[in-house]
């Protein structure tokens, strides 16, 4: 922006703003009330918001509701945006604005009607054309509904496939190799390293089906209610339209409702609240998931030992040769921020107040970053974790041999009592638990090998 400015009136007064700027009045009225973050409405958000008023201007012309010219100005107005790589410095409204995103939704229509008078033969109105038959009330959810809507789609779930698929292939490649459980991160039974993943898999598995039904009624928009949600200066099959032609361009299938529906969510954000929880749900996954590897990673010499995560760069300042489990770390902390979103997009869904939810930004920016950073952070922990951790077997086979819980395999055959004797014994010698065994029963060695065999004792069963 240069310094030079010009002079915009609205139904409140002047306002002075930037010359070059392609905003108007109102968007400079909620640049100059909310300087409170300088972080500005995700992108997905404002692309969203541009492809709804794109819509909206072909189903006016479609019925009857906007002249033909002023339709095609809008469309190709909103088409160089969607096309300008510096699109987000048309759209300088907080985060932290007015409730309804009022401020960002004349914003878009500042702006299209500036870039679109610009080609048209007579003037574009912000409000008279590129909002006919519209209102904040029901764009905003609608465009909120739709960002989150095509992020989950196009990011979120590639990314969790992804990692499973990853998931599922590494767990049939170690399939063999058995190792010692814990509980309480005390020794345990044996489980094999496809157990170990193929548990992880099973909870990204139950997270995704959760995922796709939150996905199917977030596609439900309130478009078509204006104000309140009677559809009061709209068209009655404006809503069909507009929705119809927002699935055929946006590639995801977006569905009108009727006016009772409306009401809901434009009231309410329960639909966000519903997929947020999920999101929360898949973080507590992930950080499971990523906890375990730091577990099996800790050492080398002092800790478990048990696999090498990929060596990604030095770990200390001060330490040569020290090295971090950095992806883990990273995954952990975006999964503590999304939880901390999911607890702000809770309380946002409470401050619905009769037909109008007044947090709805803060709503729409939590939730995208929640989707854009877990499909980040799945990306990185497949491809610079799971992918590549290697097992250090030696360490797996000697704590296997010394672990005295594998006496739980003699229990039906010498008694509980007996066999915590043995076990008790073996922790205090430091002793296989075989050999033990051999000396406190009169099983044979040969007998002993094959009950205490981990391999068989991961399989379950008498």
Known sequence: MNTDVRTESDSMGSVTLPADALWGAQTQRAVDNFPVSGKRMPRPFIEALLEIKRAAAISNQA????????????????????GDAELMRHFPVDVFQTGSGT?????????????????????????????????????????ISLSIARTVQF?????????????????????????????????????????VLGGWHAQLTAVQARLGQSLSRLTEIPLGGTAVGTGINTHPYFAARATAELSERCGIEVRSVETARRFS???????????????????????????????????????????????????????????????????????????????????????????????????????LESVEILANAMDIL??????????IEENIQESLARNPILVTALNPIIGYAAAAAIAKKAYASGQPIIDVAEAETELE??????????????????
């Open 63 to 82: 019925l009857d509701c906007l002249p033909g010219d002023k339709a095609d100005a809008i469309v190709s107005a909103v088409d160089a945006l969607l």
């Open 103 to 143: 401020s960002s939704n004349m914003n878009a229509n500042e702006v299209i009607a500036h870039r679109a008078s610009e080609h048209a033969e007579s003037a574009i109105h912000p409000n008279d054309h590129v909002n006919f038959g519209q209102s904040s009330n029901d764009v905003v959810p609608s465009a």
């Open 265 to 367: 969510l434009m009231g309410s954000v329960d639909e966000v609240v519903s997929l947020s929880g999920e999101l929360r749900s898949l973080s507590v996954s992930l950080m499971k998931i990523s906890n375990d590897l730091r577990w099996m990673n800790s050492g080398p010499l002092a800790g478990l030992g048990e696999i090498r995560l990929p060596e990604l760069q030095p770990g200390s300042s001060i330490m040569p040769g020290k090295v971090n489990p950095v992806i883990c770390e990273s995954v952990a902390m975006v999964c503590a921020r999304v939880m901390g979103n999911d607890a702000t997009i809770g309380i946002a869904g409470q401050s619905g107040s009769f037909e109008l939810n007044v947090m709805m930004p803060v709503v729409a920016d939590s939730a």
């Open 155 to 195: 990011a979120l779930l590639p990314a969790l496939n992804a990692l499973r698929e990853t998931i599922s292939r590494r767990g049939e490649e170690l399939a063999s190799v058995s190792k010692t459980g814990r509980t309480h991160l005390m020794d345990a039974m044996p489980v094999r390293f496809d157990q």
């Open 382 to 391: 497949n491809g610079k974790a799971i992918a590549g951790f290697e097992l």
């Open 445 to 462: 060695r040969e007998q002993l090998t094959e009950l205490l065999d981990p391999r068989k004792l991961t399989e379950g069963g008498l």
